[in-house]
C-alpha cells in the first residue's frame, strides 16, 4: 500500500487566508498605475449607472400656465425654446408643464416680456397712443379696449373658462331716423359640465347693455362654444317662455317613456334588438279659468227669496144731480165707509163705482255655480311613439344562424305591450307605430397597425428605456467589474486543486489483489501511472529518497 503522508509539510505552512484578505492582498500587490486605472475605471462605471438612472427617471413638472390662448401658448413656447428651458404639454392640450423648481422664475421671466397677454387688450392701450393718431385711430382703440375689458369682466364668471365681445357701434347721426342703436355680440366658452342659467345670462345682457352708451338689451346677443344662441328672440314658431329646466323636463319625461318600453320589451325580444323614440309634447301654458252658471228654470220646491204684493182699490162716485138750482144743494150727510148699503145722496142716485188693482213681487234663490279653475304645468298634451323590431335570430337545421321575420301576431303582441306601458290615450290624440325590421350590420371601424397603436408605441417606448439600461448594466458587469474582480481575486487554480486532492488521497490494494498480481502487471500498472501523473510519482520518489520542498534532504 502506498500512501502520501503530508503531516508535516501541513503543519509547517502557514493557515489558509480569507477571501476578503486575498482581496486586499491582491490589491496591495497592484502597482500605483494600476490602482489608478481600476479606480477610474470603477467611477466611470458608477457614473454611468447612476446618469442612465437619472435619465431614466422623468423630472418633477409642474403647471406654468394652462387654459392659454392658442397665440399665447405658442409665444411661451418659442419664449422657453430660446431660453433653452425644458417643457412638455400636457396631454389633454390646455395647459404646458416646467420642471417644478423652475415654475415662478419662469413665470417672473415671461411677464417681463408680457407673456401671456391673455388674448385681448383693455384700456391699457390707450396708453401707448403716439402723437398724430387720427380720430378714427383713437376710436379704434377705444374700441377694441372696450370690448377687451368686457371680455376680462364676463370672464370672472366662475362657468365662463373665457369670452370675446365685439361691438358694433355706428356714427352718431344729426337725422332722427337714420339713427342706430349700438349691439353686441358675446361668444362664451364654458367650462366643462358647466351652463349659464337664465339668471346670469340675463346679467350678462344687462352688463353689456350698461357699459355701452345707448345700447339696449335686445341688442346683446351670446352664442356658446356650440353655437347655440342663449338669448334667445322670440319666436312666433317656437314654443313661448321655455327655459332651460323646461327643457330638461321635456327631456326626462320623453327618457323615462323610453325606459318603460325598454323595460318591458327586453325580456321578450333582448336586449339591442329593438329601438324606441318618444316625443312628448308639454303644456306649460298657465291657464286659471273662473266660470259662473245658472239653471235656466227653477224647480217647483225652489226656495222664495223674497215676496211682495200690493192691492190697490179706488171708489170713484162720478157725477151726480142735474145742472140747475139742485146742483146747489148741500151734500148728503157723510157715511162711514162700512157702512152698507150706503145712504143715497140728496139727489138720490147712486152713481159710485169701484176700480182695484193687484201686484205682486216675488224673488226666488238662484241656482248658481261659480268654478275657478287652475291648470297645472307640464301636463302631457300628447304623445308620439315609435318603435322599431329586430328580426329573431334562429337557427335551422344546418346549424347556421338565419333572421326570420316577426309574425303578425308578434308584432301585435308587441304593440299592445307598447300601448299600455305608455298609457295610450286616444282621447289626447296619442300615436304608436310599431314596424318590425331587420336591423343593419355595424361595421366594425378599421383598427390601425399594430406598430401605429399609441399604446404600443407607448409600451415600446418604455421596454426601450429598460433594455437600455439592462444593456448599460450588463456592460459594466463584463467590461468593467468581472475583469477588475478577476484582478484583485483571482480565482484558485484547477492543478493546485487537483494536488491538493491527491496528496490527502491514500492509494492502497486488498491482500487478495496484490497476490493475484504478477510483477508483469504490477510494474505496467506503475508505469500507467507514471504516464497519467508524473508529479504524484515524482512526489513519491522524492519522499522515498527523503527529500524536502525545498529539494535538500
Known amino acids: 500500500m502506498a500512501t502520501a503522508d503530508t503531516a508535516t509539510a501541513d503543519s509547517a505552512a502557514p493557515p489558509p487566508a480569507t477571501p476578503l484578505a486575498q482581496i486586499i492582498a491582491n490589491i496591495r500587490a497592484l502597482d500605483q498605475r494600476q490602482k489608478l ?8 462605471a458608477i457614473a454611468l449607472v447612476i446618469g442612465v438612472l437619472m435619465w431614466n427617471r422623468a423630472p418633477d413638472y409642474g403647471v406654468l400656465f394652462s387654459n392659454y390662448d392658442e397665440r399665447d401658448g405658442g409665444a411661451i413656447v418659442a419664449a422657453l425654446q430660446q431660453q433653452n428651458i425644458p417643457y412638455r404639454i400636457s396631454p389633454t392640450g ?10 415662478h422664475e419662469v413665470r417672473l421671466r415671461l411677464a417681463a416680456e408680457g407673456l401671456p397677454k391673455g388674448g385681448m387688450v383693455g384700456f391699457e392701450i390707450m396708453e401707448t397712443q403716439k402723437l398724430g393718431v387720427s380720430q378714427f385711430h383713437e376710436q379704434v382703440n377705444y374700441q377694441r379696449g372696450l370690448e377687451g375689458e368686457l371680455s376680462r369682466t364676463i370672464q370672472a364668471i366662475a362657468s365662463v373658462a373665457s369670452a370675446r365681445v365685439h361691438l358694433a357701434m355706428p356714427k352718431q347721426t344729426a337725422f332722427l331716423r337714420d339713427d342706430q342703436k349700438p349691439t353686441a355680440s358675446v361668444m362664451v366658452n364654458m367650462r366643462p359640465g358647466r351652463v349659464l342659467d337664465a339668471a346670469q345670462v340675463a346679467g350678462i345682457v344687462h352688463l353689456v347693455s350698461s357699459s355701452v352708451p345707448r345700447m ?16 334667445r328672440k322670440p319666436d312666433p314658431l317656437d314654443r313661448p317662455g321655455l327655459d332651460p329646466s323646461q327643457l330638461r323636463y321635456v327631456e326626462e319625461i320623453e327618457a323615462a317613456y323610453i325606459r318603460r318600453i325598454e ?21 306649460f301654458n298657465q291657464v286659471e279659468q273662473t266660470a259662473e252658471t245658472f239653471k235656466p228654470n ?16 179706488n171708489r170713484d162716485p162720478g157725477p151726480q144731480g142735474v145742472p140747475g138750482a139742485l146742483t146747489n144743494q148741500p151734500p148728503v150727510p157723510a157715511t162711514a165707509p162700512i157702512t152698507v148699503p150706503p145712504l143715497e145722496g140728496g139727489g138720490g142716485i147712486d152713481a159710485a163705482t169701484r176700480n182695484s188693482s193687484r201686484s205682486a213681487v216675488i224673488n226666488y234663490e238662484l241656482d248658481r255655480t261659480i268654478q275657478h279653475v287652475r291648470q297645472a304645468l307640464g301636463q302631457v298634451k300628447r304623445l308620439s311613439v315609435a318603435v322599431v323590431v329586430n328580426h329573431r335570430t334562429e337557427t335551422n337545421a344546418d346549424g347556421q344562424t338565419v333572421n326570420v321575420p316577426l309574425s303578425e301576431q308578434e308584432v301585435e303582441q308587441i304593440t299592445r305591450l307598447v300601448r299600455e306601458a305608455m298609457g295610450f290615450s286616444a282621447a ?3 300615436s304608436l307605430n310599431v314596424a318590425a325590421s331587420a336591423f343593419a350590420a355595424v361595421e366594425a371601424d378599421p383598427s390601425a397597425p399594430l406598430w401605429q397603436d399609441p399604446e404600443v408605441i407607448e409600451m415600446g417606448k418604455e421596454g426601450a428605456k429598460y433594455l437600455l439600461i439592462l444593456i448599460v448594466l450588463a456592460f459594466v458587469y463584463f467590461a468593467v467589474l468581472r475583469p477588475l474582480l478577476r484582478t484583485v481575486m483571482p480565482p484558485e487554480a484547477e492543478e493546485e486543486d487537483a494536488d491538493e486532492e491527491e496528496e490527502d488521497a491514500e492509494v492502497s490494494l486488498s491482500e487478495a489483489a496484490l497476490a493475484a498480481e504478477t510483477y508483469e502487471q504490477r510494474l505496467a500498472r506503475a508505469r500507467e501511472m507514471a504516464r497519467e501523473n508524473p508529479k504524484m510519482v515524482a512526489d513519491l520518489v522524492k519522499e522515498w529518497m527523503g527529500v524536502n520542498e525545498e529539494g535538500r534532504k
Open 37 to 44: 486605472a481600476a479606480g477610474a475605471v470603477l467611477a466611470f
Open 298 to 313: 227653477p224647480t217647483p220646491d225652489q226656495a222664495i227669496r223674497s215676496q211682495q204684493i200690493n192691492e190697490q182699490l
Open 263 to 283: 323595460t318591458i320589451l327586453t325580456p321578450l325580444v333582448g336586449a339591442g334588438n329593438f329601438r324606441a323614440q318618444v316625443t312628448a309634447d308639454i303644456d
Open 428 to 430: 289626447r290624440g296619442d
Open 216 to 231: 339696449t338689451e335686445a341688442g346683446v346677443s351670446i352664442v356658446d362654444q356650440n353655437g347655440n344662441l342663449l338669448t
Open 94 to 103: 390646455n395647459a404646458i408643464l416646467v420642471p417644478s423648481a423652475q415654475v
